[in-house]
């Protein structure tokens, strides 16, 4: 058969729909679904619970697609980077984050990213394309796969290649799936999805109802700042952004995150500081502040760690919970903002090689 359908990707109704218009009962579907997503059935042949005929049949007519694994470095910290492939060639890293014993998987959205953040590597490969709610899903089963007999991933987050809200409808279906109880059956709770301050597709994610956690990539509290740091700021300014915030339907005893590179010299003054306690007073939130990645192609260089801690003191002492967060796998370019596969990564590879 030609055109055999790939059954990764399908929500539980579409895969309810498939099963029916092959006269099989509803039921099937969520057979297929749990043992897609919840088992990580990679052949028909597997389903020890479906009668033979019905395993031959679905072996003719559809596929079970996965990401090629491609290849696979580990951190000094124990952070381990994934490079995956997809069925039309493009590349995608995904990254597995060991902390206190807890694994964090962090997942792209995209190929590339169209946001252009002036110190994001990702953002200097540009827009390639958005990835397909398969290719989300199948990064976590793909993880699963490698994982020691006693190891679990406790959380995801949205936080590689890419901007999550670029990608709504995918990435939207695959947190469904990844959510679902008979798919991979993460708690909402244990999901955070980070955006660089897409208004619409925030307020389209509030009304979803799927109470994962949300993320917003601030870096400055000013327009006149943001817009050169976060050029997306330019259509959806900070007084836009902040009101869509402060509306957003936080479920009870959750707080948005924000997170605040920091840039010597550019938004790291105690006036920025400052400014960041009027921008977010009254809203239940915390901040992450990350001290930049460096790489060749960022044109910024990260503060030093007592310019960190006097920012933090001043957020600290005006009633905000902050956290420093530490750099993870930096040896293996894994760490936030450095996750390219294309033109960037390439150029840095000829870099090193020169020297
Ligand atoms: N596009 C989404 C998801 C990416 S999350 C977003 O922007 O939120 C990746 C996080 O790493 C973002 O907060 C991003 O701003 C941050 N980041 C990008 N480049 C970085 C760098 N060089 N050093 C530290 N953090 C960086």
Redesign the pocket.
Known sequence: MHNKIDLKGLSLEEMECFVTDHGEPVYRGRQLFHWIYGRGASTFAEMTDLPIALRTRLAERASIGALAPLGREVSQDGTRKYLFGCADGRQIETVLIPDEGRLTACLS?QVG?A?A?A?????TMGFVRHLQAAEIVDQVLALQRDLEPRERIANL????????L?NYNATVKALTILAHPLGLAYPPRRIAL???GLVPEIVRLGQSGLGVNL???L?AATDELRDRL?PINRRYPLKVLMATLRAYPLPSRRRLTF?Y?LIDGVNDRPEDARELVKLLRGLRCKINL??????PA?P?RRPSLERVETFQRILKAAGLLTTIRE?RGLDISA????LATESAEKRLDTEECLT
């Open positions: 959205t990213c946001m953040c110190f994001c590597l990702t953002g987050v949205l936080m590689g290649m890419g901007e999550p670029h980070s955006t660089v993320a917003v990539s870096h976060v997170e590179v990350l001290p930049l990645n460096e790489a960022i910024f750099s760490a936030c903002g450095l």
